[in-house]
């Protein structure tokens, strides 16, 4: 009994030397692994181009990999790096995509989903983001400095951005301050809120479809209210 009970004490100390010699041999050496890079491939991108983050990351070759990092960019939503060998690393990003048009007294910004401030755009060239909601009502007060929206104001943008495309697409401008769709032919309609159910998108399609250029609607009691002209 004595004997097996040996062989059993030498075979688990022999596995768990073996154990601790892969652990020396391996583990240890890769936390102390920096190697140098000369070389930067990127992967993930599309709207930055693949030479501007290359200059970013390293505009100068013969950098460790522990040292690798990447500017602030509205663009970048993460990224992270991978050594693939031969002095070369991966930089894999996640880029933030244009979501809207912000309206705000500093001026027109394509803007990500998630309320990030992208990019300007100069009045005289909306032209070019035909198709993409423009919001107004975008105070100073509803971002901060780093250009970003506040959660709650994102949270109502989401809810307008979520309709389905065939409602979605028949917008051109919402104003949040007074919760207004703008739509095709100038028509307008200022909402209680902007929480609608399918058959309502459906009605106000079909109201705005038939109404003259520049109506403007509100809603009371679930009703539409057509307001004269010079109201």
């Not at 768990?16 to 010699?21: D, K």
């Not at 522990?66 to 070369?88: A, E, H, M, R």
């Not at 912000?102 to 300007?120: E, H, I, N």
């Amino acid at each position: 009994m004595n004997e097996q009970f040996k062989v059993r004490a030498n075979f688990v100390l022999l596995v768990v030397g073996f154990v601790f010699l892969i652990y020396i041999i391996k583990i240890i050496p890769s936390l102390y692994f920096d190697p140098v890079i000369y070389k930067i491939d990127v992967s993930g991108n599309e709207f930055l181009s693949t030479q501007y983050l290359k200059n970013l990351v390293m505009p100068v070759k013969g950098v460790k990999l522990s040292k690798l990092t990447v500017p602030s960019d509205p663009f970048l939503k993460s990224f992270y790096f991978k050594y693939i060998g031969n002095g070369t690393a991966e930089l894999t990003v996640v880029e933030r995509k244009p979501s809207f048009i912000s309206s705000t007294s500093q001026g027109y910004f394509l803007t990500a989903s998630d309320g990030v401030f992208l990019v300007a755009i100069p009045k005289d060239e909306l032209y070019k983001f035909t198709g993409m909601t423009i919001f107004f009502g975008i105070e100073s007060f509803n971002f901060n400095k780093s250009g970003i929206i506040n959660p709650v104001l994102v949270n109502e943008i989401d809810q307008i951005l979520s309709y389905p495309d065939w409602f979605k697409k028949e917008i051109l401008e919402v104003d949040l301050k007074t919760n207004t769709i703008y739509f095709a032919k100038g028509v307008s309609i200022e909402f209680k809120n902007f929480n609608l159910d399918q058959e309502e998108e459906k009605v106000i399609l079909s109201i705005v479809s038939s109404s003259s250029i520049g109506t403007r609607y509100i809603t009371l009691d679930n009703n539409f209210i057509a307001l004269p002209p010079a109201f």
